[in-house]
Nanobody, 121 residues
């Protein structure tokens, strides 16, 4: 069983940056695709970005393209989400999860606690 723990959230002003981390424990997670998801207040959870197990392929939802970058370090069993030019509409709880298809909402495991990102002046 792989457990994923999110961290790195916080309060940031519009236009600011944050880097989220998704750290794995337990079995190696290198064979697995990983996605970052988010859920804003009153909205459904959505896929934000995904990365294949090799790191060769990535996917981004249109609203974050050019602003967010997903990456992974399999040796450290960690996936990152670098977020720049943050907007108030990026405010949400962010989650990571193993994925099937990185372009679809296809989480494989139960959700963790997530990390809260608040973009506000």
């Amino acid at each position: 069983q792989v457990q994923l723990v999110e961290s790195g959230g916080g309060l940031v002003q519009p236009g600011g940056s944050l880097r989220l981390s998704c750290a794995a424990s337990g079995r190696t997670f290198s064979p697995y695709n990983i996605g970052w998801f988010r859920q804003a207040p009153g909205k459904e959870r959505e896929l934000v970005a995904g990365i294949t197990w090799s790191g060769d392929w990535t996917y981004y939802v249109d609203s974050v393209k050019g602003r967010f970058t997903i990456s992974r370090d399999n040796a450290k069993k960690t996936v990152y989400l670098q977020m720049t030019s943050l907007k108030p509409e990026d405010t949400a709880v962010y989650y990571c999860n193993r994925q099937g298809d990185i372009t679809k909402m296809s989480p494989l495991d139960a959700w963790g606690q997530g990390t809260l990102v608040t973009v506000s002046s």
